[in-house]
């Protein structure tokens, strides 16, 4: 008997948390979809039903910190980052945009700090290391710049000729 309860008990709690994560990616899936119609204050209300009916679920945090970065609330992005970062750590995507969130406030360390994680998880992604060329050119931190240059290009992929000129007028280089 006891044998019984114990896995009507699991099957009842496993019932639950599937019935909950269908929910919660309902949500984040309407969400999405405002998001996408730049319908933001709907797409962060779907984001936050997500995290209340599953507070642990990094996509929900993640997707609405997107959304308040395209708002322009770059505090409550990065403050979604930051959540969506301690429930999963390895993702590279997470520090990729609270990195650019962090550029866009002038934190620059910050921005590279994040960068350098996501380059870490990810390395083979040429837009990371283009952006972190940005922020070292920013600090005038040119050297770094023209690396991160040339492991775009080793990647196989242009660097924006716009940035390129100007690294070149201020370096006074090629490369």
């Given at each position: 008997?006891?044998?019984?309860?114990?896995?009507i008990i699991w099957l009842f709690g496993h019932f639950v948390n599937s019935y909950a994560q269908?929910?919660?990616?309902?949500?984040i899936n309407r969400g999405m979809g405002y998001s996408n119609k730049t319908m933001y204050d709907q797409a962060i209300a779907e984001f936050t039903d997500a995290i209340q009916t599953?507070?642990?679920?990094?996509?929900?945090?993640?997707?609405?910190g997107f959304t308040y970065h395209k708002k322009g609330k770059l505090?409550?992005?990065?403050?979604?980052?930051?959540?969506?970062i301690e429930i999963n750590p390895k993702d590279a995507e997470f520090y990729y945009n609270r990195g650019i969130a962090y550029y866009y406030k002038d934190y620059l360390d910050e921005a590279i700090s994040d960068w350098d994680k996501a380059?870490?998880?990810?390395?083979g992604s040429a837009e990371i290391y283009q952006k972190r060329a940005f922020a070292y050119f920013k600090k005038e931190e040119y050297d770094k710049s023209w690396s991160d240059?040339?492991?775009v290009e080793e990647l196989g992929y242009k660097i924006d000729p716009k940035f390129l000129e100007e690294l070149k007028k201020f370096t006074k280089r090629d490369n």
């Amino acid at each position: 008997m006891k044998k019984i309860t114990v896995i009507i008990i699991w099957l009842f709690g496993h019932f639950v948390n599937s019935y909950a994560q269908a929910l919660d990616q309902e949500a984040i899936n309407r969400g999405m979809g405002y998001s996408n119609k730049t319908m933001y204050d709907q797409a962060i209300a779907e984001f936050t039903d997500a995290i209340q009916t599953n507070p642990k679920n990094a996509v929900a945090y993640y997707q609405r910190g997107f959304t308040y970065h395209k708002k322009g609330k770059l505090n409550e992005a990065i403050s979604d980052y930051d959540k969506a970062i301690e429930i999963n750590p390895k993702d590279a995507e997470f520090y990729y945009n609270r990195g650019i969130a962090y550029y866009y406030k002038d934190y620059l360390d910050e921005a590279i700090s994040d960068w350098d994680k996501a380059i870490e998880i990810s390395p083979g992604s040429a837009e990371i290391y283009q952006k972190r060329a940005f922020a070292y050119f920013k600090k005038e931190e040119y050297d770094k710049s023209w690396s991160d240059v040339h492991k775009v290009e080793e990647l196989g992929y242009k660097i924006d000729p716009k940035f390129l000129e100007e690294l070149k007028k201020f370096t006074k280089r090629d490369n």
